[in-house]
């Protein structure tokens, strides 16, 4: 399923922020050999039932659940994401494994970053939990 944007506290929506994670977690299970596919399904039930009538196996449903895009060099306040997932037979609708992860920028670093770098980590990260593995080597 595609991921929700991100919400700030203060700042709102994080525009963009949904589909620079949905990206990145295609490209990282099709990097580790499997064939997924972005269902425009808006709710679970429509992507269960849209997953059981094409034949996939599985359904990921992941959700911002921390998008903080602070001004690092000025506040000290670190950037933040973090990501829920959960994963579901897509032929019963039976929930089978969750996982969350949390990643935060330095707080040393002198120049504007934005979460969007945290992403990787994140990504690697929920996908090795969920699926029971070890994180990808270029994901600390």
């Known amino acids: 399923m595609p991921v929700p944007d991100g ?10 922020s949904g589909n620079a994670m949905t990206i990145a977690l295609r490209d990282s299970l099709v990097a580790d050999g499997g064939l997924p596919r972005i269902s425009q399904a808006k709710t679970l039930e429509d992507a269960l ?17 921390e998008w903080e895009d602070n001004i690092t060099a000025w506040s000290g306040r670190p950037d933040v994401a973090a990501l829920s997932a959960e994963l579901y037979d897509a032929q019963t609708g039976t929930l089978v494994a969750t996982a969350t992860h949390r990643a935060q920028s330095s707080t040393m670093t002198w120049s504007a970053n934005s ?12 996908l090795a939990k969920i699926f029971a593995r070890t994180p990808s080597a270029g994901a600390p």
């Open 49 to 65: 039932e849209e997953a059981k009538r094409l034949g996939w196996r599985y359904v990921l449903k992941c959700t911002f659940t």
């Open 7 to 16: 919400v700030e506290r203060k700042e709102g929506v994080a525009a963009g």
């Open 115 to 126: 979460p969007d770098e945290l992403v990787p980590r994140v990504t690697s990260a929920v």
